[in-house]
T-cell receptor
Framework: GAGVSQSPRYKVAKRGQDVALRCDPI?????LFWYQQALGQGPEFLTY????????KSGLPSDRFFAERPEGSVSTLKIQRTQQEDSAVYLC?????????????FGPGTRLTVT | DAKTTQPNSMESNEEEPVHLPCNHS???????IHWYRQLPSQGPEYVIH???SNVNNRMASLAIAEDRKSSTLILHRATLRDAAVYYC???????????FGKGTLLTVNP
């Protein structure tokens, strides 16, 4: 079946521009996660949704980052006034369960480059 | 969060077994041991998880020490497609998010 998809796969933004990254989770998956992966590092947690409710946004690095999942399916991660330090791969993952030990299924990521 | 320790890198030959170790001496009773791997330019991929007993699936086996302070991911016959970064992660209780370390970079030689 279809896995997690993300779009765009690559995004180049000029510093100060706003960007929106889309995630289509596996159909029926309750939980959705966003992670940020800097070059050479492991992914770092950003935020977590259970259906449409954002239950944890403790990993968002600043108030320029905003995520939503209005109908409990597709999610969008928005970054306002992008900075060079925002350059990273943004990964989305979904899980059929609400908590551990549920395995997470990751998308291919969106590589954001801020120039 | 309980922490895991893995070697930075390991090397293997094609068609040989690979044993990837992970130490987690501060593991709590509710922590599951998860393994994910990440191939170049791809998102992480779930491999296997376990709590106390050894686990097998089509991808790998997970051997968990009796005191749960260490575990080993076993790839029974390495292929070139198994070359990836392997992450050992503890996840349990109310902790739904995955905390990735640096993982082990596995190189498979033909």
């Amino acid at each position: 079946g279809a896995g997690v998809s993300q779009s765009p796969r690559y995004k180049v933004a000029k510093r100060g521009q706003d960007v929106a990254l889309r995630c289509d989770p596996i159909s029926g998956h309750v939980s959705l996660f966003w992670y940020q992966q800097a070059l050479g590092q492991g992914p770092e947690f950003l935020t977590y949704f259970q259906n449409e409710a954002q239950l944890d946004k403790s990993g968002l690095p600043s108030d320029r980052f905003f995520a939503e999942r209005p109908e409990g399916s597709v999610s969008t991660l928005k970054i306002q006034r992008t900075q060079q330090e925002d350059s990273a791969v943004y990964l989305c993952a979904s899980s059929p369960r609400q908590g551990p030990p549920g395995e997470q299924y990751f998308g291919p990521g969106t590589r954001l480059t801020v120039t | 969060d309980a922490k895991t320790t893995q070697p930075n890198s390991m090397e293997s030959n094609e068609e040989e077994p690979v044993h990837l170790p992970c130490n987690h001496s501060t593991i709590s009773g509710t922590d599951y041991i998860h393994w994910y791997r990440q191939l170049p330019s791809q998102g992480p991929e779930y491999v296997i998880h376990g709590l106390t007993s050894n686990v097998n699936n089509r991808m790998a086996s997970l051997a968990i020490a009796e005191d749960r302070k260490s575990s080993t991911l076993i790839l029974h016959r390495a292929t070139l497609r198994d070359a990836a970064v392997y992450y050992c992660i503890l996840n349990g209780g109310s902790n739904y998010k995955l905390t990735f370390g640096k993982g082990t970079l596995l190189t498979v030689n033909p």
